[in-house]
């Protein structure tokens, strides 16, 4: 077994993966934090396949070498471990989400010496002197550990794309389907133990998903863009059942009063509001500098109304004012007739917030 037959036996995935590092370098899109996560499960795929072809040089031995025990356990505890970091890919990034991220590895650090150990308790699995394998009382331990990582990979995937199209989830679908059906389909059959390639082209895969919805994604928002916008009704025009248009109100002026940080993390507050009280059928766009607009499918008028006054109470305990406009488009001829009526109800609804803080004797410009 030669490097040379190692480069021929892994060309493809080898292939793949330096693809992977290359759109990485070119990525616009994708954030520090994606990048570096994403070479960190490049990094540990290389890893498994050169522990996958030296302990597979170990079976060769006409006795028991120590190296094969320790690398049989580092390969089994790799692949829960590769699919817990590429969940970071797409993870929360607040307190409580990276707390509950550090709560998902237990399984994998109690494994761990599990795996290690296995030699001398005869947990798992163990080899004899003459170099042959042993299953112990858990030796599926490993296929259960997979098979958590994979449930929990696919939990945060689908509550990730929960608020995009359904194309992204089908993708997503297809994505894991396809690779776990690979990897069954070698344990069934007996073709290999080594899920590298398999992991090297869904991971690929994965990654252009993520990258396309990322360029469809505003950046400082993380809501779907204008250009996502214009995509999304022209692609579930038949399924639209409303449509919301927002305003916030004095955008420029906090920009040119406190400053564009101050502008900035104005916008990010009512957009997290949006996102968080849309309803689950709505999906948000931020489609201008101060402009929001709110698509709903499935959703009947009460639903969607509720929806805004949700997030007219959330907007309350801010220093931020936004105007709602929503037109039903069943009522209304086609998407872009009920954007314009969404569209006036909206400024009629500035035209009377102002009315009402000026009687009230307030600024217009800002909630003190």
């Not at 990094?43 to 025990?69: G, H, I, K, N």
């Not at 580092?74 to 590769?82: D, N, Q, R, S, T």
């Not at 199209?165 to 993708?171: D, E, F």
Request: charged share 20%; glycine share 4%; hydrophobic share 45%.
């Amino acid at each position: 077994m030669t490097i040379k037959d190692f480069f021929l036996q892994n060309y493809m995935m080898l292939y793949e993966l330096v693809g992977l590092l290359i759109l990485l370098a070119l990525s616009a899109h994708i954030s520090v934090q994606k990048r570096l996560y994403t070479r960190i499960v490049v990094a540990l795929l290389l890893l498994e396949t050169v522990v996958y072809w030296v302990e597979m040089w170990t079976q060769t031995f006409e006795t028991l070498s120590l190296a094969r025990p320790l690398l049989t356990a580092l390969k089994y505890a790799l692949f829960p471990l590769i699919l817990y970091v590429l969940t970071q890919v797409i993870s929360l990034d607040s307190v409580k989400g990276k707390r509950k991220n550090l709560l998902i590895l237990i399984p994998e650090l109690i494994c761990i010496p599990l795996f290690f150990t296995s030699q001398w308790t005869h947990l798992v699995v163990y080899f004899t002197g003459d170099n042959h394998f042993q299953g112990g009382p858990l030796s599926n331990l490993p296929y259960f550990l997979f098979a958590f990582y994979v449930g929990f990979f696919l939990i945060r995937n689908f509550m990730f794309f929960r608020k995009y199209s359904p194309v992204n989830r089908l993708l997503l679908v297809y994505i894991t389907v396809g690779a776990l059906a690979c990897v069954v389909l070698y344990y069934v059959f007996n073709v290999t133990d080594d899920y590298g390639a398999i992991f090297a082209s869904a991971i690929l895969l994965y990654y252009l998903c993520l990258y396309i919805q990322m360029a469809k994604t505003d950046p400082m928002t993380l809501l779907s863009n204008r250009q996502c916008f214009y995509q999304d009704i022209r692609s579930r025009a038949g399924r639209i059942t409303g449509v919301t248009s927002i305003d916030m109100n004095e955008l420029k002026f906090i920009n040119d009063t406190f400053g564009h940080e101050a502008g900035d993390t104005a916008l990010i507050t009512v957009s997290k509001i949006f996102w968080d009280n849309c309803g689950p059928n709505g999906v948000v766009y931020r489609v201008g500098g101060d402009e929001f607009v709110v698509i709903y499918t499935s959703t009947n008028d009460e639903e969607a109304l509720s929806a805004i006054d949700r997030m007219r109470e959330k907007l309350a305990e801010t220093r931020y004012i936004c105007a709602f406009g929503y037109a039903p488009k069943p009522q209304i001829e086609d998407v872009e007739s009920a954007l314009r009526e969404a569209d006036r109800l909206m400024y009629e609804n500035k035209a009377y917030i102002k009315k009402e803080m000026l009687e009230r004797g307030e600024t217009v410009h800002y909630r003190q």
